[in-house]
């Protein structure tokens, strides 16, 4: 069975880094005081100049890295450290030119090589991926999706059929960044996409609390997936230990 | 297949694709009806300005050995082409009862002509513009507010155009129910590029209309300047199917996306950015502010592989000295970003004979870049 999908088995609680933030020493540690807090799976995004899709916290993150020097082809290292010291699912996020950027072919051969399970392209909807699920029909990896609150029934259904692993449920209409309320739309619009898709869902951006991570599983998502919440204690030069306390509560609501 | 072959496409997170959907449609329904078409013409007509004269340079024609015409969009309202677009995609708005308008804006010359056509059609308005530009724009901020738009500094990234609509597709995301993201040239993800691009293109239908009426036959070249690439697409596409008329855009030399750039997707379409060798986009540096865009309307890009349109660039000294040329022998102080289509003149002087006809196309004028000249002296 397929590895990505088996960790949202009894729910799936993903943390969300930048890889290189704020230098690529530090977010290695990072990255392995996350697993021992007990992460599902891990989600790290590769930085871009231009994230569009993305708040204040999490494009200050990408200049962090970028500024101290990451490059992106260091991606490969980074996740074969991490590999080196567990088997967590790994799923990178990235833009569209990045990849583009490496060679679609070869950049999904060198992640599914050093075991990397899923990508998520930000700016990349079903209708511009065709040819990266070319390239990917014979591989491991699972392109990942996105569906919002404005994504149509019809369109849940496309997405479901072209993306594997999971999917990512935009909880609210807008950017990454923290927020202080779970709502009720975002209830509904797990409930709906639940209804068209076998794949697991996992909802992401703003989810802030451990009750925010209550209430989505609540409403039946599989996973629960956060970023700026994290990200945010990196910026702030907190201590591991307070990022590992703070996984250790939000994941007791899984 | 995209919009323009391989460019173009819609490469933007999920939750635009439906305002983006919805606005494909709607422009397709509304652009041709009678009221819409009645609307625009008389705005155009009666608010901005058109038609817009041609106006032949006698000492320019002397000076460089053909007959040149400038088609002058520095007399258009507000100063520059912008205001095509922006009052026909306000009006689109109104007719999408969107309430609001939101834009980015680099030298604020977009900035001003969204401010002035949300003004004029009743649309409260927000404005993006990067800090770096809003310190070397002031007289534009204050214009925009002037307007009684809303004055965004935008401080991520390096605090330019760039991220400008970096700011803005971030805020569209938030608001699309009562919000049209009015973009400021022929870039973005699809719709846009072609919206923008049939707004501007009343340029070319009238220097077609002008060019006959004056010299009874078409133009033998036409040469633009190229930042997104809208009032090069607004004069050129009339003539694209015209074969032997030769096309040229002009880029900045220290952001020329079609002569130095690779294929890559930045805003949302596929086309040739500036970007270093792992994906990032590079930062830019040119004396026109609106021509500092590390990216190019993607049709450009098509026209570029299909070697239709012939571009080039002129670095900041050129852009200068025609600048002056200009302002000293016609009387007409042109826009920094236009200036580089006229520093296209001393290089073609030994290809062309006393009978060609060339068109610039002279995008805007220059009293927002006096200070910025002067620097230089
Ligand atoms: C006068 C003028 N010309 C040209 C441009 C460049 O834009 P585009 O290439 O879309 O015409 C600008 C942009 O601000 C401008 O103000």
């Not at chain 1, 990451?70 to 074969?80: E, G, L, T």
């Not at chain 1, 990512?168 to 950017?175: A, E, I």
């Not at chain 2, 009806?33 to 901005?48: M, R, S």
Request: with cysteine; charged share 30%.
């Amino acid at each position: 069975m397929n590895e990505l999908k088996k960790s949202f088995q009894d729910g799936a609680f993903i943390p969300y880094i930048v890889a290189g933030d704020p230098d690529y020493k530090k977010s290695l540690e990072i990255a392995k005081k996350i697993i021992d807090a007990g992460a599902d799976a891990l989600e790290i995004g590769i930085p871009f100049t231009d994230p569009a899709a993305d708040g204040p916290t999490i494009q200050k993150a990408y200049a962090r890295s970028l500024n101290n020097g990451f490059k992106v082809k260091q991606i490969y290292q980074y996740i074969k450290e991490i590999r080196k010291y567990s088997d967590i699912p790994i799923i990178l996020l990235t833009y569209y030119n990045i990849v583009y950027n490496q060679g679609i072919e070869n950049f999904y051969q060198k992640t599914e090589k050093i075991g990397v399970n899923g990508v998520i392209i930000a700016d990349m909807p079903p209708e511009e991926s065709k040819q990266v699920t070319k390239k990917i029909k014979d591989k491991k990896i699972n392109q990942i999706f996105l569906v919002a609150p404005t994504t149509t029934e019809k369109r849940i259904k496309t997405i479901s059929e072209k993306g594997s692993g999971f999917i990512y449920v935009v909880s609210r209409l807008g950017v990454t960044g923290k927020r202080k309320n779970f709502q009720e739309t975002t209830k509904k619009l797990i409930k709906k996409v639940k209804s068209n898709t076998d794949l697991p869902v996992a909802v992401g951006f703003g989810i802030t609390k451990p009750s925010h991570v209550k209430k989505a599983r609540k409403a039946g998502a599989d996973g629960v997936i956060v970023g700026s919440a994290i990200v945010d204690k990196i910026e702030k030069n907190k201590k591991n230990q307070q990022i590992t306390q703070y996984i250790k509560k939000m994941k007791q609501k899984i | 297949m995209r919009e323009f072959s391989k460019y173009g496409g819609k490469f933007v997170p999920e939750p635009i694709i439906s305002a983006l959907d919805e606005l494909e449609e709607e422009y397709e329904n509304i652009k041709n009806t009678k009221d819409f078409k009645k609307e625009l013409d008389q705005l155009l007509k009666e608010y901005a300005g058109r038609p817009t004269p041609l106006t032949y340079s006698k000492k320019l024609s002397d000076k460089f050995g053909c007959k040149i015409y400038l088609k002058r969009e520095d007399l258009l309202h507000g100063g520059a082409h912008k205001l095509n677009n922006t009052i026909g995609q306000a009006l689109l708005a109104k007719h999408m009862d969107k309430d609001k308008i939101i834009a980015e804006t680099g030298a604020g010359q977009h900035g001003v002509a969204t401010s002035m056509a949300g003004a004029k059609l009743g649309l409260e308005t927000e404005i993006y513009m990067g800090h770096e530009d809003v310190q070397r724009q002031k007289m534009n901020v204050r214009r925009m507010e002037l307007l009684g738009a809303k004055v965004n500094e935008v401080t991520s990234g390096e605090a330019k155009l760039k991220d400008a609509v970096n700011e803005s597709l971030r805020t569209w995301v938030k608001q699309l129910e009562d919000t049209h993201y009015l973009i400021g040239s022929v870039v973005g993800p699809s719709p846009f590029p072609k919206i923008v691009r049939d707004f501007q293109s009343v340029i070319g239908k009238e220097t077609k209309k002008q060019i006959q009426e004056k010299e009874g036959k078409l133009p033998d070249r036409i040469i633009a300047c190229v930042g997104g690439g809208s009032n090069a697409i607004g004069i050129f596409k009339e003539f694209i199917e015209e074969k032997n008329i030769k096309l040229t855009g002009v880029e900045a030399a220290g952001s020329a996306s079609i002569s130095k750039g690779l294929e890559g997707v930045l805003h949302g379409s596929f086309s040739k950015i500036l970007q270093t060798d792992e994906g990032q986009i590079k930062e830019t540096e040119s004396i026109a502010a609106g021509l500092d865009y590390p990216g190019v309307g993607p049709e450009h890009s098509l026209y570029d592989e299909l070697n239709r349109i012939n571009y080039t660039t002129a670095n900041d000294k050129e852009a200068l000295q025609a600048h002056k040329l200009l302002s000293k022998k016609e009387g007409i102080i042109p826009a920094l970003e236009s200036s580089h289509a006229l520093a296209q003149l001393p290089k073609i002087q030994k290809e062309v004979t006393r009978d060609d006809i060339v068109i610039i196309n002279l995008s805007g004028r220059g009293d927002k870049d006096v200070e910025e000249v002067q620097k230089h002296e």
